[in-house]
């Protein structure tokens, strides 16, 4: 069972009421793995990942996690979230708690953790990205990129099977893109399986074992980084690539 | 055989405040508890639970106050119990307040940003610590005011038991206006009393919502 991969997706198909979003999307990530997913706007990117913690609900096809089926068991759902750490757009830090408390939460709620130990582990974890000096601040008081930093320390107290990020460079300001793509860096360095969903082709150039292209809710090509960004074999992926390398 | 408005009269009614407080207390309390249940069950993924909430919600916003007094307080004799003003009105307003704050509370906790869920689920956080947590302390923040308001609402309200006959301070100033015929002078001083109550209320709520929209602006 250990070449079982952390992800197995199976023909999945998904829509949002007359919109379809995934297309039969089948894919596998295995331990270790680190996976980019681009494409334009609406391609179905961004879903695709929130189908694999079910914070988006498939409509056909089969997700399993960790070797637990993602049906529509509530138990397994939860059991699955507490597996997958996920990393958002907005941060979505919790405002009325501070660093600390938002990164202990979870572990001594879900874990049942001791607060000595859920601290403990939460200050590692905010030494790694670099901030523990913010601590006891509240997220208001932090700038985008150091929340961003703080939402992957959260996630990663939860010591995660996988890491999904789901754009999260795309509302920072310029200057604060390079520190969450350097913790996410050295995240992957460290062996993390991580499934991100960016528009920094740089990242995706340096981290990505595997570069994966959607347009219109399919995969449309999938290939190694060197290969994807120097001799793409689709249409439509070359045309995105011309759009978005500068 | 008419008596003039002195203090024996004020006293008469100022005694009859606390009956007007005791009413709006146990309803206010017994509402925050029943709109608890109103607004999580509103707000609930679950039809069978929606469904009555939402039910009871329409009932109580599409019938008059007076109403829904009458019908627990003659409601209960059908029933067998014995008619109790006390007890009637306090069911009555019990139940008001815990459609009315389920009702504002189910919006309070729909103005917590979609992603606090999001985050929540993705931290595998279960139904109850995820809203004890995390949604309602949000939630709270922004209900303070609307909730303070209702209560202003609810306490004018009490006026209406009067008429099933429970003895509060509007009732207590019919009583003594029957006595004096100086009904001017009466009811002036039962709204003074009112006012006196509602106007230190409003202010605060008042002061609540410019530092929630305050908070919002950081």
Known sequence: ?246 | MFRTFGFEEFWFILLALRWTIALTAIAFAGGMVGGLVVALARTSALPMLRYPAVALIRVFQGTPLLMQLFLVFFGLNLFGFKIDPWFAAAAAFTLHASAFLGEIWRGCIEAVPRGQFEASWALGLGYKDRNVSVILPQAARIAVAPTVGFLVQLLKGTSLASIIGFIEITRAGQVVNNMTFQPMVVFSVVAAMYFALCWPLSLFAKRMERQFSKALAR
């Not at chain 1, 893109?177 to 991100?196: F, I, K, P, R, S």
Request: aromatic share 6%; proline share 4%; glycine share 6%.
């Open chain 1, 1 to 246: 069972m250990t070449a079982d991969p952390i992800v197995r997706m199976v023909n999945v198909e998904k829509w949002f009421g007359e919109f379809q979003a995934l297309r039969n999307i089948s894919l596998d990530v295995h331990k270790g793995e680190k996976i980019v997913l681009c494409g334009p706007s609406g391609s179905g990117k961004s879903t695709l990942i929130r189908c694999i913690n079910q914070l988006e609900k498939i409509e056909q096809g089969k997700i399993r996690v960790n070797g637990i089926e993602l049906t529509e068991g509530k138990q397994n759902v939860e059991t699955i979230r507490q597996e997958v750490g996920m990393v958002f757009q907005q941060f979505n830090l919790f405002p009325h708690l501070t660093v600390l408390e938002n990164c202990m939460l979870a572990p001594t709620k879900v874990r049942k953790a001791s607060k000595a130990d859920a601290a403990a582990t939460a200050m590692r974890f905010l030494e790694r990205v670099k901030i523990p000096e913010q601590a006891e601040k509240y997220p208001a008081q932090l700038s985008g990129g150091q929340q961003q930093r703080v939402a992957i320390a959260r996630a990663l107290c939860m010591s995660p099977k996988i890491m999904l990020f789901d754009e999260p460079t795309s509302a920072l300001d310029p200057e604060m893109v390079n520190e969450v793509l350097d913790t996410m860096t050295d995240l992957a360095q460290e062996g993390m399986t991580m499934v991100v969903v960016t528009h920094e082709m740089g990242f995706a150039r340096k981290v990505a074992d595997r570069v994966i292209f959607m347009d219109r809710g399919e995969i449309v090509e999938t290939a190694d980084p060197e290969t994807f960004f120097t001799s793409p074999q689709q249409e439509r992926t070359k045309t995105f690539l011309g759009q978005v390398m500068h």
